[in-house]
């Protein structure tokens, strides 16, 4: 293992760039498949004569075992490691989604979600998240970027290759190819590219050189140790909690009903398509921009980006029966949406550091799942009540000066805290009677 570290070292080459090429390509894999769930309503409903709602609460109930399972994960990875997790998760989703081509009643589809929630955390951000925390100290923001941005482009990639292979040949056969592709993917990846830390190969995290780093480098990185319990005590948990669950409310809500919105307002088909389309592109760079912002231009523009995303998106929707609008709203939405990645593993190291961080993101995990589970069927009850979305764009854009508000607070808080820390350490040392100059 030392001389592995030895020659990347001599060699200038830094193993963690492998390791987020990998992650990249676990969540593309891995997420492409969740996000393929639109593809195959109407092909298994009209096979075996389920109704949508029926077969679409196979999702919901994917959603909600994952919910309350994912503070399991938190202890799991402390206790195994992420490669042990990832494989047995890997193996379970891939099978799973096999089993998923040999159901025949609603209850086969009902069981199988309910063990794929189980294993869905297994394979997804917060495990990647806790995986670039090892092997970034600097770039991390960056790093995590690029590692997320695989959850967009698999689902580009996906959507359209699991819609053709169900055109050529039925949607069993497409269960089956994407379980097996899966297998082929994930366990050679995660087996032979993903280590648990530099140190299993002889080198330590990746580190800026100091004329690089810089003072102000160096203030982006966390003041704060916390456990769990200690975070929970802090304001700033609470505001960031509370963020976060509003913005994985809007990003599920507006992935499930972006199409038939703008469909319900008059646009053709095609035009709804590459509206989605950009949508989706977004999605996948939006993540690389925002690791990029906050690695250059801290915690405040980062949030800034995210904030004013968030309050552009319903404007531009309600704005939208104006030919331009359509556009400005995919491209809002889509870095929007990128609100729920990058900077939740950003943040939580942030503002309370590592020494609880696979527990605090398994917290904040399971609280971004029942913002997602709870907002979708309220935004469609919303239309139902209304004969419009219009009630819930002006829904979502109040939730996003909250949104707003809590994540410029918590910044706020947290420099203020940071700032004082720093005075009282001062103080406690110059009047430290083992210090000359405080006597």
Known sequence: MQQMGDFMERYKFFYGWKIVAASAIILAVSLGMYKTTSVFIKPVCESLGFGRSEFTLHRTIITLTNAFIVPVYGMAIKRFGVKKVLLIGASMLSLVTIGYSFANHLWHFYVLAFIYGIFYSAAHFMII???INCWFKDKREFATGLAYSGSGLGGAIMIPVVSRAIELVNWRFAYRFMGVLALAALIPITLFFVKDKPEDVGLKPYTLPREETGEEKQTKRSAFNMSLHESFQTSRFWLLSTAFFLISAF?????????????????PTAMVSAVISVFMVFLTIGKIILGAVYDRFGTMAGNALVAISSLIF???ALLSHLPVFPWIYAVSVGLANCGLSVPLSLLITRHFGFKDYPMIFSIFTMITALGASISVPLMGAAYDYSGSYRPAWIALFVLSVIISVCLAASEVIYRREVRDSLVSSKHNFSTSPSNPAGK
């Open 129 to 131: 998240g806790i995986l």
């Open 251 to 267: 990003a599920a809500a507006t992935n499930t009903h972006s199409t038939p919105y703008l469909s319900d307002i008059g646009y």
């Open 314 to 316: 319903p404007v531009a």
